[in-house]
């Protein structure tokens, strides 16, 4: 049976606005306060990176499902998402301060990082997940420019300390892979999910 539109179990707004761009009606399925999101998100003692993002958003998926069943919600497909950024073998998440968005981003100029995306769509029935995998090469980066991009604020919330679609994107001088994966959402993915579970858009 075809389904109409799908929750999307994120807070970004750069993923909402990629379901926009592929046309595919939403709706938000938020954490409430009794949920501790943050802790899904903890990294596993010698887990590498691509084996942690999915497993990231599994516990996301599984934890969002069990959220529409208990708010009696009209059944449809939940997505999910997590991105990660990698640095040779190092995960960089979310900076936990302005300092330590500085360090992160001195840490990734002049250099290439892994940006690795994954992906799960389902229900209670039916389950599917994938991983985008994408490479970004930073320019060296004056530490002004640096301290500028952390004090707008900008890295606040964002794995690896930038946003593609922001300032920061003067300092790419290549990419390898999916730039809406970089963004959050690989769309080329996300399409191949929601057609295995018949999401008309």
Do not use: N
Not at 108 to 124: D, I, M, N
Not at 154 to 173: F, L, T
Request: hydrophobic letters at 40%; glycine letters at 8%.
């Amino acid at each position: 049976m075809p389904h109409t539109f799908v929750y999307l179990a994120s807070q970004s707004p750069r993923r909402a606005q990629l379901l926009d761009q592929l046309g595919v009606r939403h709706q938000a399925l938020l954490p409430g306060p009794d949920e501790d999101a943050e802790a899904l998100e903890a990294v596993l003692p010698r887990e590498g990176a691509d084996a942690y993002v999915q497993r990231v958003t599994g516990l996301k998926l599984q934890a969002a499902l069990q959220r529409l069943r208990r708010r009696g919600l009209p059944p449809a497909p939940v997505l999910c998402a997590d991105t990660t950024v990698v640095l040779g073998r190092r995960i960089l998440g979310k900076p936990e301060s302005d300092d330590h968005a500085l360090e992160m981003l001195m840490a990734l100029s002049g250099r290439t990082h892994r940006v690795l995306t994954a992906v799960a769509l389902g229900t209670a029935r039916k389950q599917a997940a994938a991983l985008s995998t994408s490479r970004v090469e930073f320019t060296a980066i004056p530490p002004q420019q640096l301290k500028a991009y952390v004090a707008s604020g900008d890295p606040r919330g964002k794995a690896g300390a930038y946003a593609i679609q922001s300032s920061a994107a003067q300092w790419v001088s290549r990419i390898e892979g999916s730039y809406s994966g970089i963004m959050g959402l690989p769309l080329h993915e996300t399409a191949t999910l929601l057609r295995q579970l018949q999401v008309t858009f």
